[in-house]
């Protein structure tokens, strides 16, 4: 019984000491040896232990003397060089795991969808990527987190003095970068899990156990070839993709004249542009027109791309929930070719849209020239 307790307050206080290993194995040495020699003077293990203290006494004890401001930025640059790569290997790690569930997932969805013959879209364009990559930031942070605590523990401070320094500093660091500076597709739920995403760090440092530590490398070498399953299982659920939904010729894909204006030209009748369509130049979107050879424009002003939120259920319908375009930019001519640009990125309440050619008529009615399609996009910047 007394080796039981010896051996317990042993392990308590290698736990505890803020050494490094060389030098934690000589003090539980001496400090073995002290309990050996007063039981062998016919004192009692746990009155020996009592006036040594616990554990966490005599660490602190045994590590005051060397207690030194300059050890502590010592080891809070040390922490910080410490948390790097196992942040890396916790960001890859968590990310080839995603990917697996992810692509696992799709596959078995898609043939589920195609037994059952319903209709069914897995969309993650756009803030839901975000959240995802959320998800490996924060298993990243943990991993950081876990290994900073290790490293400034080094510096001759006890661990339950370290962990709230680490937490505090560490989660108020990458809250700022995460919720402030980031600038990522967002929505509802990218925006929580990025706020959220710090607080791996401070689980980490509280947590270390949470998750088992084990030799790394191997590790991310067999999960980076699962992905060859799912892929296989989304390539064969996929293989034999039905027809794309049209919308049917009598469907008003405005929605109502009234949601953009009346036609300059009855589009029963004529066709002022030969051409329409759109592209992504990076920054922004693109709207290009080319007017027919026997179009005109006179009396007309104010030429404008317009942006309008289009219908999640039919994205060839404008959304009668909104009577205003959310972008708009001015048109430049070039003989027959109109062109514009609009910043689709900048209002977190879009999710699809659809591109309008208007101008202000002699009576200063806007005018619906025509369309250039729509597209998908996802409110990006910071949370």
């Given at each position: 019984m ?6 317990r ?8 000491l ?11 040495e ?6 050996e020699?007063?039981?062998e003077?016919r ?20 590590a ?7 050890r ?44 059952l ?6 969309n ?13 930031i924060a ?12 490293a ?25 970068v ?6 990522m ?10 706020t959220?995403?710090?607080?791996g ?28 399953i ?11 993709s ?9 469907v008003d ?6 949601n953009?204006?009346?036609?300059w030209?009855d589009?029963?009748?004529?066709q002022?542009l ?23 424009l ?25 009577d ?11 003989g ?5 640009e ?17 101008g202000?008529?002699p009576d ?7 369309t ?12």
């Amino acid at each position: 019984m007394p080796d039981e307790s010896r051996d317990r307050y042993l392990a308590a206080l290698d736990r505890l000491l803020p050494f490094p290993r060389e030098r934690r194995a000589e003090i539980l040495e001496e400090i073995n040896a002290h309990l050996e020699d007063s039981v062998e003077d016919r004192l009692t293990e746990s009155g020996v232990q009592a006036r040594l203290g616990s554990p966490a006494d005599l660490a602190g004890a045994l590590a005051r003397p060397e207690q030194s401001v300059g050890r502590v930025f010592a080891a809070a640059g040390a922490g910080v060089r410490a948390s790097i790569f196992p942040w890396i290997y916790g960001y890859l790690f968590a990310s080839l795991m995603i990917f697996v569930a992810f692509f696992l997932t799709a596959g078995m969805v898609q043939l589920a969808v195609r037994a059952l013959s319903v209709d069914f879209v897995l969309n993650t364009y756009g803030g839901w990527n975000s959240a995802i990559t959320a998800l490996a930031i924060a298993f990243g942070l943990f991993h950081a987190g876990r290994a900073m605590t290790d490293a400034v523990v080094t510096g001759r401070r006890l661990r339950s003095e370290v962990r709230p320094w680490v937490a505090a500093i560490g989660t108020a660091l990458a809250a700022g970068v995460l919720v402030l500076l980031v600038d990522m597709p967002q929505n509802a739920a990218s925006a929580v899990a990025l706020t959220l995403a710090p607080a791996g760090l401070a689980l980490g440092a509280y947590r270390p156990d949470l998750f088992r530590r084990r030799h790394e490398v191997p590790w991310m070498v067999i999960v980076g070839l699962l992905p060859l399953i799912p892929i296989g299982v989304l390539i064969a659920a996929s293989a034999e993709s039905g027809p794309i939904a049209e919308p049917a010729d009598n469907v008003d894909w405005r929605h109502g004249p009234e949601n953009v204006g009346p036609w300059w030209v009855d589009p029963t009748t004529a066709q002022p542009l030969a051409t329409s369509s759109w592209s992504d130049v990076g920054h922004a979107i693109q709207g290009q027109f080319t007017l027919e050879e026997s179009a005109s424009l006179a009396g007309l002003r104010d030429l404008r791309l317009e942006a309008w939120h289009s219908d999640l259920s039919a994205p060839w319908r404008l959304d009668d929930r909104y009577d205003q375009p959310f972008a708009t930019a001015p048109i430049r001519r070039n003989g027959a070719d109109l062109t514009g640009e609009v910043v689709t990125t900048r209002d977190p309440d879009v999710n699809q849209w659809e591109l309008m050619l208007t101008g202000v008529g002699p009576d200063g009615t806007r005018y619906v020239l025509g369309t250039a399609g729509g597209g998908n996009s996802a409110f990006t910047g910071s949370v």
